[in-house]
């Protein structure tokens, strides 16, 4: 199991390449980057990764909604060569209200259009060229649409949890990046659907990157407190309660990974044996910077244990 962290753009691209450093010095395998309507994740993506050799980085996730296969392959392919074949992209079907609220586009036939944009984009980045043509997307470039030096192509992952997105995602992606799923909805409903869909089309077992908001701290109950204050914003969407409920939780917070070295050790190897093959630590500033590098510490041991 590889074990990495999520960070966010600090005041300045310099700092951001800093904190990335000290991640991978503290041996960490990978960062990831949100997609948010400010800096552009890709290519933020692509300096760390070219500022810190060894470090894989990954876009966790950009919305389909408002964006085009053509452009989307253009960007990770750019990252991929930047980075020597580091870069992870990831994609995601967003929400109703982001989507309409920012683009002012309708929010509709979701799985369809992932469908068809996994399509056309797994085209292009593996044969540089696509002739796609949907019900939603067109994808047919007069020119080349190859980056010199991408390789291997793109691993392609989506940030699927519900049971059309998973299945989808394990005929046409490379895994996927489901956040605040505890490990009983891992394992009782998120491994096993998208396993079997990619069994089903003859793919190999998809990789399950799961996101886990957690800090390693002496005080618990305040940092549980802003946890609980920081991650309710998950819990407007329907998508996030139900995996929140098929966790065994009922808030977002419950599933935040709080408390001692020991017991933050527990939580990955329980994720582990839900079937994640790789942990990828969020929130992990909730408590300040000393638990910050406490819980970075920890992290950095189990990866390389």
């Given at each position: 199991?590889?074990?990495?962290?999520?960070?966010?753009?600090?005041?300045?691209?310099?700092?951001?390449?800093?904190?990335?450093?000290?991640?991978?010095?503290?041996?960490?395998?990978?960062?990831?980057?949100?997609?948010?309507?400010?800096?552009?994740?890709?290519?933020?993506?692509?300096?760390?990764?070219?500022?810190?050799?060894?470090?894989?980085?990954?876009?966790?996730?950009?919305?389909?909604?408002?964006?085009?296969?053509?452009?989307?392959?253009?960007?990770?392919?750019?990252?991929?060569?930047?980075?020597?074949?580091?870069?992870?992209?990831?994609?995601?079907?967003?929400?109703?209200?982001?989507?309409?609220?920012?683009?002012?586009?309708?929010?509709?036939?979701?799985?369809?259009?992932?469908?068809?944009?996994?399509?056309a984009?797994?085209?292009?980045?593996?044969?540089?060229?696509?002739?796609?043509?949907?019900?939603?997307?067109?994808?047919?470039?007069?020119?080349?649409?190859?980056?010199?030096?991408?390789?291997?192509?793109?691993?392609?992952?989506?940030?699927?949890?519900?049971?059309?997105?998973?299945r989808?995602?394990?005929?046409?992606?490379?895994?996927?990046?489901?956040?605040?799923?505890?490990?009983?909805?891992?394992?009782?409903?998120?491994?096993?659907?998208?396993?079997?869909?990619?069994?089903?089309?003859?793919?190999?077992?998809?990789?399950?990157?799961?996101?886990?908001?957690?800090?390693?701290?002496?005080?618990?109950?305040a940092v549980?407190?802003?946890?609980?204050?920081?991650?309710?914003?998950?819990?407007?969407?329907?998508?996030?309660?139900?995996?929140?409920?098929l966790?065994?939780a009922?808030?977002?917070?419950?599933?935040?990974?709080?408390?001692?070295?020991?017991?933050?050790?527990?939580?990955?190897?329980?994720?582990?044996?839900?079937?994640?093959?790789?942990?990828v630590?969020?929130?992990?500033?909730?408590?300040?910077?000393a638990?910050?590098?406490?819980?970075?510490?920890?992290?950095?041991?189990?990866?390389?244990?």
């Open positions: 199991m590889t074990i990495g962290v999520s960070l966010a753009l600090q005041d300045r691209i310099d700092p951001t390449v800093q904190l990335a450093r000290e991640a991978h010095e503290a041996g960490l395998r990978s960062a990831w980057f949100g997609q948010t309507f400010a800096y552009d994740s890709p290519s933020l993506a692509a300096i760390v990764g070219r500022e810190v050799p060894g470090l894989h980085v990954g876009t966790s996730a950009i919305p389909l909604f408002g964006r085009h296969p053509l452009l989307v392959s253009s960007q990770a392919q750019t990252a991929q060569a930047a980075t020597d074949g580091r870069y992870h992209l990831g994609l995601a079907l967003g929400t109703k209200y982001l989507t309409e609220a920012g683009f002012g586009i309708p929010y509709e036939r979701p799985i369809r259009l992932l469908r068809e944009f996994l399509t984009l797994r085209q292009l980045v593996e044969t540089g060229t696509a002739d796609f043509h949907g019900e939603l997307l067109t994808a047919t470039p007069p020119l080349p649409a190859s980056v010199p030096g991408a390789e291997p192509p793109v691993p392609i992952l989506v940030a699927a949890m519900g049971p059309q997105a998973l989808v995602s394990g005929e046409l992606a490379d895994g996927i990046l489901p956040l605040l799923a505890g490990p009983r909805a891992l394992a009782e409903h998120i491994v096993p659907a998208v396993t079997a869909a990619a069994e089903a089309v003859g793919r190999p077992a998809p990789r399950i990157v799961a996101f886990v908001p957690g800090v390693v701290t002496a005080d618990t109950d549980r407190q802003t946890a609980t204050e920081s991650l309710a914003f998950y819990e407007q969407f329907p998508s996030y309660q139900r995996v929140i409920g966790s065994g009922t808030r977002a917070a419950d599933l935040a990974v709080i408390g001692d070295e020991e017991t933050v050790a527990a939580e990955v190897r329980r994720y582990r044996e839900a079937g994640a093959t790789e942990v630590f969020i929130a992990t500033d909730l408590g300040g910077d638990d910050r590098r406490r819980t970075w510490k920890l992290l950095g041991e189990l990866a390389n244990s």
